[in-house]
Structure formats: C-alpha cells, structure tokens
C-alpha cells in the first residue's frame, strides 16, 4: 500500500468508528433513557394531581375529541391513575370493581414496563387488595390475609386503570361508581 493511501484510511476508520459511537449513544437514549424521561413526567404529573384527592387517585372526565393528556385517548375507555412511590413503604390499593364489562388494571415501572395486569376476567367481582412493594424492601412487609403482594422492579410505579364505557347514561353512571372503588394510599 502506498503512503499516500494510509492517511485516507486512517481517516475512513476513525470516521466510521465516530459513526458507530454516535449510533451507539443514539440508540441507548432512544432505547434506555427516553422511557424512563417520559415516566419521570408522567409519574410527576400523575402524583401532583392525584395528591389533590383524598384518596390519591387522579380520575379525569371521560376522553373527547379535545383531550390529549393521553396520546391518542381512546373515547370508549374511563381512565384512572395512581402515582406510587414505594420506596420508604408499600403502596396500599383497593378496588372492588362491581362492573359487567371490560376493565383492567395495569402496573408499569418507571422505565415504562408494564409487570402486573388484572382485568375483569381473572378478578372477577372479587375485592382487589394489594400491597405493591420494591423487590428489596427495607421495610416489613407483613400484610394481612386477603392482601395480594406486588412485586415491584423499582421504586415508582404508575397505575393504570382502564374500563370500558357504555353509550346509556345508566351505564356510564355504573362505570363512575366501579371507578370510584379504587383507592391508592
């Protein structure tokens, strides 16, 4: 190889091993981090709002044409929330979902992993209790018969409550009430 063509080939590799660190960082913020930014908001909105109830569950009015809290709200589902930071004690949730169509509840961890879902189908019209605590709690966790223990990765978690709404006033009122069975504390 000739002299003159080394200098080009040394800059052909540090080019292409500058483009494979950038591809690299590109793709661990995309893939790692940017769930976890969109989590920190969604988990401090959720506890900002949710702190203003009693019960520490954010209910918004049913989704139209005009909301996009959520993206792409869908205006056949009642939505709640619950923001838990379980990192001192275990979040207490209950629920005792009375309700003749479709609900589920999920639990997402503050990397946006969904690790629990219940719907109607598996729960049925039995009370829902459940102790969501860290996998490495430091506190006791000794909870009373009855009460379903949740695993949880980390120490933020966001609940998700989705139910399926009829189109008949009567109905509508019926998934309010069931909705409002569910409390965070």
């Known amino acids: 190889m000739s002299p003159a063509k080394r200098p080009a080939n040394k800059l052909l590799i540090a080019h292409l091993v500058a483009l494979l660190l950038v591809a690299t960082a590109a793709h661990v913020l995309t893939v790692w981090a940017l769930p976890r930014l969109i989590m920190v908001e969604v988990l401090r909105v959720t506890g900002a709002e949710g702190s203003r109830s009693a019960d520490g569950v954010l209910r918004p009015p049913p ?51 969904n690790f629990m879902v219940r719907n109607d189908r598996q729960q049925g019209t039995q009370a829902l209790r459940w102790w969501v605590v860290t996998k490495d709690a430091k506190y006791p966790v000794v909870a009373a018969p009855g009460v379903e223990i949740i695993e949880a990765p980390g120490s933020r978690v966001l609940l998700l409550l989705r139910m399926l709404l009829p189109e008949d006033a009567a109905g509508r009122a019926a998934a309010e009430a069931a909705r409002n069975t569910l409390h965070c504390r």
Do not use: G
């Open 63 to 113: 989704a139209d044409h005009t909301a996009r809290r959520i993206v792409m709200p869908s205006p056949d589902l009642l939505y709640a929330t619950c923001s838990l930071d379980i990192s001192t004690q275990p979040a207490q949730i209950s629920a005792n979902i009375d309700y003749p169509r479709y609900w589920s509840i999920a639990l997402y961890a503050d990397n946006s992993d």
